[in-house]
């Protein structure tokens, strides 16, 4: 079985399904992430309540805690958070580089040596020494097991100067290159195989870019996945990016956005250009701050408007977040209650937004997937934005 059948396509929007050893993913799909192996605050009961297809777990945080030889016992992350469904992680590479904040980003990045063998690099919990190499990530990917992994690299963003932008591009092929090689001697032990995914850097560079998705398809990953700082912002910046190399996109291959942002107009510039699937965190954040997600028929459509704070409702709205939604929260509770439930820091606020906004961003998903299929997606990015 393929790893990726391609349904239809629209322009370069395309709907398909990933196949997996855990059941398929419909595509586009929005990949909710849990970082420590849990969806913060939802169980898996209700991300699939909400729609939710797979779930991304970090590799960096699950091999400082709980540790690979936990993890291992549990026969890796998906069983250990009783989630029976398709699963992805990311490298490591990433966080080791650039964690959490600006600020601590950079101190960070200061506390991290980059060799040609790997990234050594202090936990961010007791300051403890390790080094990352990319037999290392295919080992510990290996242990977490789950279906879909990532290709070891180092992101260029926030590398000073060309020059050092040039040599982490460079080391990125070759760190791929021993990453493909380590999960090729890894996938004849097991019974599940597991697709690896290349990662394509190059930000918004046509040359860089192409020479990476070039490199990616010649050492033939089964999958390829789009990194790097101009994934995760602005929707404009996203799609410049993506311009570099939508056209020499494989039809037979599935394609992940690492971390994608930009609310709506960034998801939908992204399968405008290919994008299969992409995973984002900031939905359940923003969600524990207390933004939630808006439907067009609520007011909220892209630019900025689609979100509301919850802090700004009526103590007495009785109205559901949104009129159209049919989420657990939605059906259940009153604006007035969630934003109780927030002014007093209970729990269950964050909680019952986080429903709502992955519930949000699988609807989405879904309404994209259904106009890609009856030729309508352009109509349907055109409506949303209109309202
Ligand atoms: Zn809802």
Request: net charge negative; proline share 5%.
């Amino acid at each position: 079985m393929n790893l990726f059948t391609l349904k239809h396509q629209e322009g370069f929007a395309r709907a398909g399904i990933i196949h997996t050893p855990h059941g398929e993913i419909q595509t586009p799909a929005f990949i909710p992430v849990g970082t420590q192996a849990t969806v913060k605050t939802v169980t898996p009961q209700e991300l699939l309540d909400t729609g939710s297809q797979a779930v991304l777990a970090n590799t960096y945080h699950l091999y400082l805690s709980p540790g690979v030889e936990t993890i291992r016992e549990y026969h890796g992350f998906a069983p250990f958070m009783k989630w029976d469904g398709p699963t992805f992680t990311d490298s490591g590479g990433y966080q080791v580089a650039f964690l959490w904040t600006p600020k601590e980003a950079k101190e960070r990045s200061s506390q991290v040596t980059i060799t040609e063998e790997g990234a050594v690099f202090r936990s961010h919990i007791d300051g403890s020494k390790h080094l990352l190499t990319p037999e290392k990530s295919m080992e510990i990917q290996d242990v977490l097991s789950a279906d879909i992994i990532m290709a070891f690299d180092q992101p260029l963003s926030q590398l000073s100067t060309r020059e050092k932008q040039k040599d982490a591009f460079e080391r990125t092929m070759r760190w791929e290159t021993r990453s493909h090689a380590r999960w090729t001697e890894l996938q004849k032990t097991r019974e599940h195989k597991q697709a690896l995914y290349g990662v394509v850097q190059g930000e918004t560079d046509p040359i860089l870019r192409r020479a990476s998705l070039d490199f990616v398809l010649r050492l033939d990953f089964p999958g390829i996945a789009i990194g790097g700082s101009t994934i995760g912002s602005d929707p404009q910046i996203t799609a410049d990016a993506l311009d570099t190399i939508v056209e020499s996109l494989p039809s037979g291959k599935p394609v992940h956005a690492l971390g994608l942002g930009g609310g709506p107009e960034g998801i939908f510039e992204a399968v405008k250009r290919g994008v299969d699937t992409f995973d984002n965190t900031s939905v359940t954040r923003m969600a524990r701050t207390g933004l939630l997600f808006l439907f067009p028929e609520d007011g909220g459509g892209i630019h900025n408007k689609f979100r509301s704070d919850v802090h700004k409702f009526s103590p007495t709205d009785m109205a559901p977040i949104s009129s159209v939604c049919t989420c657990m929260t939605c059906k259940t509770f009153s604006r007035g209650y969630i934003r109780h439930l927030f002014v007093n820091n209970e729990l269950l606020g964050g909680r019952l937004a986080s429903i709502h906004n992955i519930h949000y961003m699988n609807t989405l998903m879904e309404a994209i997937r259904t106009a890609i299929l009856q030729e309508k997606f352009t109509h349907l990015y055109d409506n949303w934005l209109k309202k």
